[in-house]
């Protein structure tokens, strides 16, 4: 009955056939899926190759002791379960429709004992695995291994067997690809933290951010201005625990004599309205030098780092030599913050 234009629509048509049919071949016809419901019950053999069949039915009278079914070249989107074939032992489904054929085939169909599923246009990706795996578990039981199987989709892949596609389980496994993408920002977070604590990051950009608002401050009073007007020798830098020292000791020596400095301090050159951080720089800048009385009091001060941290800058921006380092006291190790380590 092969090679015609047989066609069967299930519309409240009553099959008959003889019991004693058992080989029933209906391939190239134009039967669709309703060919299911009419069909020999005692058949062993069945060819329905090159039809039109997009789906095998699951209400289909059961073909108990069918043995071999060939579904070549139809619409088939996946494998058929055998729960209307109890007795199926070859399968031939090659040259249909099948992406991603389902892995669980084998479980279903327990005496199959050979699959033809090659040359169809298999979608190389992470559903594909399970499939792959089934042909190592199978014992030899896909016919056609490996030539037939070859990938269709992604472009990049066609052409590759499906023996030589891998993939990782961490590609495949969503979850396990965010459990270790969330680990690996955790660990991303706490190393950048760490690293600023431990450079003292913040209080870098705190100081870098201070800098910037005071000179645009400054260009915006006065935009015509080239730069700041340098009136003093020198910015004294000292902590206030060390201000007897710097006012009995210091500053008398510099500032006597012929050819005397002119001292930047303090109490005596700050501009009253102004913030601190902003007349320490504005010190700094309109002096050739800045003189630093360092102690263990000088790094336990906040307002000494600040102008350090200023006159440091000026120093690298102006490529200049500008800073004078006076070591009042030895400075124990442990008193040196991090910042100044390197």
């Known amino acids: 009955?092969?090679?015609?234009?047989?066609?069967?629509?299930?519309?409240?048509?009553?099959?008959?056939?003889?019991?004693?049919?058992?080989?029933?071949?209906?391939?190239?016809?134009?039967?669709?899926?309703?060919?299911?419901?009419?069909?020999?019950?005692?058949?062993?053999?069945?060819?329905?190759?090159?039809?039109?069949?997009?789906?095998?039915?699951?209400?289909?009278?059961?073909?108990?002791?069918?043995?071999?079914?060939?579904?070549?070249?139809?619409?088939?989107?996946?494998?058929?379960?055998?729960?209307?074939?109890?007795?199926?032992?070859?399968?031939?489904?090659?040259?249909?429709?099948?992406l991603t054929p389902s892995a669980d085939f084998f479980q279903s169909c327990p005496r199959v004992r050979e699959l033809q599923a090659g040359h169809n246009p298999f979608k190389c990706s992470c559903e594909l695995q399970a499939f792959i795996g089934l042909e190592r578990q199978s014992g030899g039981k896909l016919f056609g291994w490996p030539a037939a199987y070859v990938c269709e989709y992604p472009e990049g892949l066609r052409g590759t067997e499906l023996k030589d596609f891998h993939l990782s389980q961490l590609a495949c496994n969503t979850t396990l690809l965010l459990v270790t993408a969330l680990l690996l920002t955790l660990v991303l977070v706490a190393a950048v933290a760490f690293l600023c604590i431990y450079l003292d990051v913040p209080w870098y950009v705190r100081m870098t951010w201070q800098w910037t608002q005071t000179k645009r401050r400054a260009w915006h009073d006065a935009p015509g201005d080239q730069g700041p007007v340098l009136q003093f020798h020198a910015f004294i830098s000292y902590s206030e625990r060390d201000a007897l020292w710097v006012k009995n000791e210091l500053i008398p020596n510099l500032e006597k004599g012929e050819g005397c400095l002119q001292l930047c301090q303090h109490e005596r050159n700050f501009i009253p309205g102004k913030s601190i951080v902003e007349n320490i720089i504005n010190c700094i800048e309109k002096s050739y030098k800045s003189i630093f009385v360092l102690s263990p009091n000088f790094v336990q001060s906040e307002w000494c780092h600040y102008e350090l941290y200023f006159a440091h800058h000026k120093l690298f921006s102006e490529n200049s030599n500008s800073l004078i380092l006076i070591l009042l006291e030895p400075i124990p190790p442990c008193l040196i913050p991090a910042r100044y380590h390197k």
């Open 1 to 98: 009955m092969s090679n015609n234009l047989l066609r069967h629509d299930g519309a409240d048509v009553r099959c008959q056939w003889a019991e004693s049919l058992s080989e029933l071949d209906l391939s190239s016809n134009q039967l669709a899926d309703a060919v299911f419901e009419c069909l020999p019950a005692n058949v062993k053999k069945l060819g329905l190759q090159n039809n039109q069949i997009s789906n095998v039915p699951r209400g289909m009278v059961e073909l108990k002791a069918l043995e071999e079914l060939n579904l070549a070249s139809n619409r088939l989107a996946d494998l058929p379960g055998c729960s209307g074939f109890a007795s199926l032992q070859f399968l031939n489904i090659e040259m249909n429709l099948i």
